[in-house]
């Protein structure tokens, strides 16, 4: 096992500036034309963002859409191509150091040491941003707690389950008592009863007045951790916004799911997926024909089910439910998948 008093030696960022303030405004981050480009790949295509003190903002997007690249140039570890970026009203090329001391970062993929100890993987994390091994060990003991691991503390990485090591990497992002924490698809395969427990933590830490920043795929994960987000596609902002009000602008109340028994898109017979939408033509305020069923965007799902069946229709199963988050992302990004 490396000792990890190794630590002590690594090339540290300096330590947090406790007496610094926040810029007056309220605005820890603000990109203006942000742009990022790999030799002709355009990943980042001049976006316009603020995220304030104490919210949870997240980045939306499908696969390829620039997510990841926004937070590696606001974690000071990919420089920026073109446009404005300031984190903490400092300028990322020249205060890298100063911002990222200040910042908590939980990577896509754990790097944990799983060789070590879980305790002793805050401890080496502590030293690296110059803290005595005093408060480390204090601050570890609190993270431990908060990230319900601390029975776990003499207990080496390696056997913990995956929803373990990623409380484990939030605790370790924490360490520096950080202004800002930023997650990078924060729950990506874990199982349901993780995925709640990490909400909780996250939850927890911007009561305590974290600033949270987001990306993710997940629309329930978007719901319930974010304040305002943007829905990020093909390098550009495509909508911004609450949750709630996403869904007001590019959804409808409600939606009305029609199966019917049939093969749908099969010009071949008459009760085809294209003839049963010219049926429903009018019913909702928009359709979208899918090969399993129809979806019909209406401001009352129950009414619109009544005037689909008086016109004949006869669905094997319909269903109304609320409008989501999901419903506004795949209709600003569609539905073909992003290799």
């Known amino acids: 096992m490396r000792d990890v008093s190794d630590a002590t030696r690594l090339d540290r960022p300096a330590s947090r500036p ?100 879980v305790e002793e993987n805050l401890w080496v994390y502590g030293r690296y941003f110059g803290l005595s091994r005093a408060e480390v060990k204090r601050r570890t003991v609190e993270l431990l707690e908060f990230a319900q691991l601390s029975d776990r503390a003499s207990d080496r990485v390696e056997p913990l389950s995956g929803g373990m090591k990623r409380r484990l990497t939030i605790a370790r992002s924490l360490i520096n008592e950080p202004r800002m924490l930023l997650l990078d698809e924060p729950t990506t395969g874990l199982d349901p009863q993780a995925r709640h427990i990490l909400w909780d933590r996250l939850f927890r830490l911007k009561r305590q007045g974290v600033t949270l920043i987001v990306t993710t795929h997940y629309m329930d994960e978007a719901e319930q951790l974010c304040d305002r987000l943007v829905v990020m596609d093909k390098g550009r902002i495509v909508a911004e916004g609450s949750p709630r009000q996403l869904i007001e602008a590019h959804s409808t109340r409600e939606v009305l799911e029609l199966r019917f028994d049939v093969v749908l ?30 979806l019909v965007y209406a401001s009352d799902g129950d009414a619109a089910l009544a005037t689909a069946t008086a016109r004949g229709l006869d669905p094997v199963s319909a269903l109304v439910r609320r409008s989501t988050l999901e419903d506004v992302f795949l209709h600003l990004t569609g539905r073909s998948l992003i290799d």
């Open 18 to 117: 406790h007496a610094q303030t926040d810029p007056d405004d309220g605005v820890l981050m603000r990109a203006r034309g942000l742009t990022k480009t790999f030799g002709d790949f355009l990943a980042v295509d001049g976006i316009d963002v603020e995220v304030h003190k104490g919210e949870a903002f997240g980045f939306l997007g499908p696969n390829g859409a620039g997510k990841s690249s926004t937070m590696r140039m606001i974690g000071c570890v990919s420089p920026v191509t073109a446009g404005e970026l300031t984190i903490f009203g400092l300028d990322p090329e020249r205060d890298g150091p100063e911002i990222r001391a200040r910042l908590g970062v939980v990577p896509q993929k754990d790097t944990l040491d799983e060789e070590l100890t």
């Open 265 to 294: 898109h099969d010009g071949t017979d008459a009760q085809g997926g294209e003839d049963v939408a010219d049926r429903l033509t009018g019913v909702g305020e928009r359709l979208e024909v899918l090969p399993d069923r129809i």
